[in-house]
């Protein structure tokens, strides 16, 4: 069955670059998602790319998908108190189906 | 256009009595999606439905759950006999035509069985 998995915890100091790390099991993987999670609150959609695709980047936010090793990364910018919170990886074998989760990766962004 | 409505936010209840947690779509949506997130964990996907119609629900618990998207009205997840590892939080998402690019998420229901 499809696997996807994250890093739990990584911690940056403001200003510097954080990079979020994801592999994934499922070969049919069609859309690989990054959501944010702040506490208490639902999962907001950062940017998602499809398997056709190498690299985003939108405004702070860069996605590298390496589909040989099934290796999905996020690059935030200029990291800020504001982007601590929970990064999930997602994925879909294909657009209408549900979501496979990682566990997340917990954020820490310091002064 | 308000997002994904879920209510209530927070929801307590006794071993053994009934959980009915609601989800209204965004305006527009037909496509109905619920998950469950276990403290610390990743969401697992429970069930994807249509108007009135199941189309998957491979992650529902054999017994005890049971999910519908009625013609007019919210989606429902009903917990029937909470246990305490029924404890998590509930999330739904909507999509307009199924295309998982366009999910938007609830903000959940935080269910505590005491």
């Known amino acids: 069955g499809e696997d996807v998995e994250q890093s739990l915890f990584l911690s940056v100091r403001e200003g510097d670059s954080s990079v979020i790390n994801c592999t994934y099991t499922?070969?049919?993987?069609?859309?690989l998602y990054w959501y944010k999670q702040e506490p208490g609150a639902g999962l907001q959609l950062l940017t998602y790319?499809?398997?056709?695709?190498d690299m985003k980047q939108d405004q702070r936010l860069t996605v590298l998908l390496n589909k040989k090793d099934k290796h999905l990364s996020l690059r935030i910018a200029d990291t800020q108190t504001g982007d601590s919170a929970i990064y999930f990886c997602a994925e879909t074998p294909k657009a209408g189906n549900m979501l496979t989760f990682g566990g997340g990766t917990r954020l820490m962004v310091k002064p | 256009n308000a997002g994904v409505m879920q209510n209530p936010r927070h929801l307590v209840r006794r071993r053994g009595q009934e959980a009915r947690l609601r989800c209204s779509p965004m305006?527009?949506?037909?496509?109905v999606y619920w998950y469950r997130q276990l403290p610390e964990e990743g969401l697992k996907f429970m069930v994807y439905?249509?108007?009135?119609?199941?189309?998957?629900e491979s992650g529902m618990p054999k017994e005890r759950f049971s999910a519908e998207f009625p013609k007019e009205g919210p989606s429902i997840l009903r917990i029937q006999q909470v246990v305490r590892g029924d404890s998590a939080a509930y999330f739904c998402?909507?999509?307009?035509?199924?295309?998982?690019?366009?999910?938007?998420f609830g903000q959940g229901t935080r269910l505590t069985v005491v």
């Open positions: 439905l249509q108007k009135e119609n199941i189309i998957d």
């Open positions: 998402a909507s999509s307009q035509n199924g295309g998982g690019t366009e999910a938007f």
């Open positions: 499922d070969s049919s993987s069609t859309y």
């Open positions: 790319i499809f398997s056709n695709m």
């Open positions: 305006k527009g949506h037909s496509h």
